[in-house]
Every structure is written in structure tokens, then in C-alpha cells.
């Protein structure tokens, strides 16, 4: 897989409020949503990543945790093969389906000017767009690319609408334009709230298709960082960084880099950050006995080599004075890719994130997950039938686990 470019592009450009480094605590701005970008791929079928836009309108819904005074987005083009020219875009309060609020329609701009172009392999950070959101509240961005813009950046398993349109329909207000869908999101990689604070207090999820919201009900925004944020009531923003079959220990071509190699850009660099919530390595252990593209290379992975993962990502967080709550790993029983070995592997990891001290804190999901007939199961009644991923009642059990005194 080609190496993400060192840096990121910042392009704030406004005097009143000057630019903040990712992760810093400097006033200005906090995270409230993200997606983890990827390499494009037709994993699911043919879609509109791999073949990426050319004169077409792109409206992503998006529900924010926290509120602010003002909002600013991130684009992100990590894994273009070329330049990525964004001939226009606008953020909006959402209504139903594709339309947005009458009035709330605001320009989008970086560095002053309405058109970006985005390098490959790098990212850009907009303006402030004075559009006041409140808490949990829902936001359209909408991207017009007039231009071939070749694969496209971006997140596969959003478990949320995205919208399409032929030609330049970026200040839409109605939805009659958009008239395609997909369930992934592109280019899109955070959207920042204006904090006075600034407080340092938000929290990043960070994981695999658990964190990512896998098997709930689409455009419900009842994964469990939407439920934990719920559980929040908008007093601190809680971040999602979940990529679907992402692993601890390697790369995928799919499924984005290992944890290890993504966890500054994804979770460490987003303002703000003050607490990192991991769950992760399940499919370190399955894989090994499920090879598809998607999923090579694909070892036969110890407990001994994910605690060594775990402490890895620990000694990143520490550096950065940010805490990290060490998640246990769910009951997996009956899932396409369990095995008795492998869950030998999953209870001492288990156990290690339990009784080691060297997380900050633990969130035992495991244990709140588990059917009491059958510890090594799913509880029936949080299973979303594949043995392996929540459904909706279950990842409401999942934020509920959560001891919010750890944040």
C-alpha cells in the first residue's frame, strides 16, 4: 500500500481565528465528527470510489456531537492518484433525505477563495463557515467536482446516505437533484466546531466495523460512539474513528492501514483530543483463518503479538498526553471466522487488557456483551445475526458500558 505523504495541508486563512495544528490545545477549534479515509475499493460491488466524479454534486449527511458558534471541514485526498480540485462546496443544517434547511446554506471557503485544489496524498482545512449547530445536531456538506477527480478518498462503511446529482447542485435547498445514492462517504474527513474553550475534552473511538457502526440501522446514527455521545448530551464531543475490517498488526488494501501506523492521523491529531477509547483485534485473529484479497496478508496472530500492538499504541497516546481506555475484545462464537484456537487468543488478550494496569482505564465490553448461557456468544438479544457485530440494542449496551468518570 502506498505511504500516506508527510503533513497535511492547513489552509485556515482568516485573521480572527488563526489556524490550529491538529491535536493542539490552542483556542479555536474541536473536533465533533470524523471519518477515517482509506484506499477506495469495490469490495461491496462497483461504486463510486474506485471510479471516482466528474461533474457531479456530492451531498454527505453527517451528525455532529458537539455544537459551536461556527463550524470549519476537513477534505482529505490521502489516497488520490492525483489532484484533487473541488470547484465548490457548502455546509448546510440538514432536513429529510438530501434537502436542507431553508437559509442555512453557507459557502464554503479556504483561503479565501471558493475553489481548492487538494494534493495528492494531502489535505486541507476550510475556513470558518458561520453556521451555528447545536449538539447531535445534523449537517450536509456538499461537494461539486467539476472536474475528473480520478479514485476517490474516502470511508466505505459509512451506515449512512450519501447523495448524488449531475451537474452543479451545491446550494441546492430541495433534494429533487439527487437522485443517486450510496452508503459510503468521500473526501469528507472531519468537521470542527469554533470552541471559546478550549476544554481538551473530546473523545475518539478508535477501532474496527464495532467502532464503525456495522450492522445498524442505516442513517439511525446508533453506532456506539453516536450512543455514547448521546449518553454525553453534547457536553463533549466523542469522534469516530472505526475503519471496517481494520486490524491492530497489518495493512489491507481494503480496510486501511494498521492501527499502529494510522492511530496519530486518525485519533492523536484531532483537536482537542483528550481520551482514546480502543477496540480493536478481533479481525487480527479471525483473518488468519478468512483470506480474500481484502484480508491479506493474513498470519496467524499471538496474544503475545497484540499486547505488544496494544503497548505500542499506548507509548503514542502517552507521548501525546492523551489517556487511553483499553476496550476487551467482544464474544465472537459462531461468526464466519471463529475457532477455538482464536478464542484462546481473544480471552488472554482479554485478560491482559483486564488485569495489566497499563491501560488508563478498561471498558469491559465483553463482559457486557456476553450471553450469560454462553460467555464465549453474543448475547442473543445484541447479536445482529452474523455472531460477530451488535445490532442496535447492542450497541446501546455498548455506550452504556462505558464509565463515563474515565473520560
Known amino acids: 500500500m502506498r505511504k500516506l505523504a508527510t503533513g497535511v495541508v492547513a489552509v485556515l486563512g482568516i485573521a480572527l481565528v488563526p489556524g490550529v495544528a491538529a491535536g493542539s490545545a490552542g483556542p479555536g477549534w474541536s473536533a465533533t465528527w470524523a471519518a477515517s479515509p482509506h484506499t477506495p475499493t469495490d469490495l461491496l460491488g462497483p461504486g463510486w470510489g474506485p471510479a471516482g466524479f466528474e461533474d457531479q454534486t456530492v451531498r454527505q449527511v453527517v451528525r455532529v456531537s458537539d455544537g459551536g458558534a461556527a463550524v470549519r471541514v476537513r477534505l482529505s485526498n490521502a489516497y488520490g492518484t492525483s489532484p484533487l480540485v473541488v470547484t465548490g462546496a457548502t455546509v448546510a443544517r440538514a432536513d429529510r433525505g438530501a434537502a436542507v434547511r431553508p437559509a442555512s446554506v453557507r459557502h464554503l471557503s479556504f483561503r479565501g477563495h471558493r475553489s481548492v485544489t487538494v494534493p495528492v496524498g494531502g489535505e486541507v482545512v476550510g475556513d470558518v463557515a458561520p453556521l451555528a449547530v447545536p449538539p447531535l445536531a445534523e449537517v450536509t456538506v456538499t461537494l461539486y467536482l467539476a472536474g475528473r477527480t480520478g479514485p476517490a478518498t474516502g470511508h466505505l462503511f459509512a451506515t449512512a446516505t450519501t447523495w448524488r446529482a449531475a451537474g452543479d447542485h451545491r446550494a441546492d435547498v430541495a433534494a429533487e437533484a439527487f437522485t443517486e445514492t450510496s452508503q459510503s462517504w468521500f473526501y469528507l474527513s472531519a468537521v ?62 481494503c480496510f486501511g492501514e494498521r492501527a499502529t501506523a494510522r492511530f496519530g492521523r486518525d485519533a492523536l491529531a484531532q483537536p482537542d483530543v483528550r481520551t482514546v477509547i480502543l477496540l480493536e483485534g478481533i479481525n487480527d485473529i479471525g483473518f488468519a483463518n478468512f483470506a480474500i484479497e481484502c484480508t491479506t496478508p493474513n498470519p496467524e496472530v499471538t496474544a503475545a503479538q497484540l499486547i505488544a500492538g496494544y503497548r505500542e499504541l499506548i507509548g503514542q497516546a502517552r507521548a501525546r498526553g492523551v489517556r487511553i481506555v483499553g476496550g476487551t475484545l467482544l464474544p465472537y462464537k459462531g461468526a464466519a471466522y471463529y475457532t477455538e484456537a482464536g478464542e484462546a487468543v481473544r480471552d488472554e488478550v482479554n485478560a491482559w487488557i483486564r488485569t495489566s494496569g497499563e491501560f488508563d482505564a478498561v471498558v469491559d465490553f465483553d463482559r457486557a456483551m456476553a450471553d450469560p448461557a454462553d ?31 474515565v473520560l
Do not use: C, K, Q
Open 192 to 253: 470542527e466546531v469554533l470552541d471559546p474553550g478550549p476544554r481538551r475534552d473530546v473523545v475518539v473511538a478508535f477501532g474496527d466495523s464495532i467502532t464503525d457502526g456495522a450492522a445498524s440501522t442505516v442513517d439511525a446514527n446508533n453506532r456506539y460512539p453516536d450512543e455514547l455521545a448521546e449518553r454525553l448530551g453534547g457536553r463533549r464531543a466523542v469522534v469516530n474513528a472505526g475503519i471496517g475490517g481494520n486490524r491492530v498488526l497489518n495493512d489491507s488494501p
Open 375 to 405: 460467555p464465549d456468544a453474543l448475547r442473543p438479544a445484541y447479536d445482529s445475526g452474523d455472531r460477530l457485530h451488535p445490532n442496535d440494542a447492542g450497541y446501546h449496551a455498548m455506550a452504556e458500558a462505558v464509565d463515563l468518570s
